[in-house]
Each structure stands twice: as structure tokens, then as C-alpha cells.
């Protein structure tokens, strides 16, 4: 019997984390550049949405190695649709924006969004905003 559930808990562990791993990798996803603290490049991919405004990422915390990266150094370079972009990044900690981009990301990327937001305990996501250079 304990075989038997352990292998089913396994199971829906492996069952999530495919099902992690394609949803992050399904829809629009973007290659970002960053400059690291030693000079040396970061690559991050990264769901993208589009408003008025321009072009938006989003970060799940402050903390994540990329984040820290481009508030130190926020000139950083996108990979998007077969062309290089070279990009200044803006962290926005506006309510409005992070309403508004979170809903774009909802519709764009539907259940995956949804998923990325319960796994994050629903963290408040941080827009920034990609301004051309």
C-alpha cells in the first residue's frame, strides 16, 4: 500500500513539473539579456506582452538574479521574433501597472499564467516595462 501511494505522489509530481516546464516554454517566449555583476552575460527566458506603452516582462520578486541585474545595469538586449533589440529596462512598482500587465499576461497566456501564479503563492509580479535605446 505505501508502495502503491508513493508511486502515484511521485506521479503527480513528475505530471507537474512537465506540465511547468511546457507551459513556460509555450506561447511567446523571449531570450533577455542582462550584464551580471562580473561583466559577464545572463540569458533569462521570459513570457512578453504588449500595450500601448510598449513592451513588458515581469519578474515573480525582486530577488531573481536577472532582476537584480538590470536595476543595476538596465541596459540589456531581447531576442524577439528573429531580431536583437537593445532595450532599456524599467521596474515599475505602479498598482496600475502591475494590474494592467498582469491582465495582459492572463489573456496571453492563459491557463499557464494562472498555473505560474498559484505555484507562486500569488506573488505580487514586478512589470517592467522595455523602453528602445
Known sequence: ?????LLVFVG???ALIAVGV???ESGEVVVLHTTRADGADRTTRLWIVDDADGAWLRAGHDGLPWFRDL???PDVTIERGGETLTMRAVPSREPADHARIGALTATKYGWRESLYTLVGGGRIAIPV???PR
Open 129 to 131: 516595462r522595455l523602453d
Open 71 to 73: 536595476e543595476a545595469r
Open 1 to 5: 500500500m505505501r508502495t502503491r501511494v
Open 22 to 24: 511546457f507551459g513556460a
Open 12 to 14: 503527480v509530481i513528475v
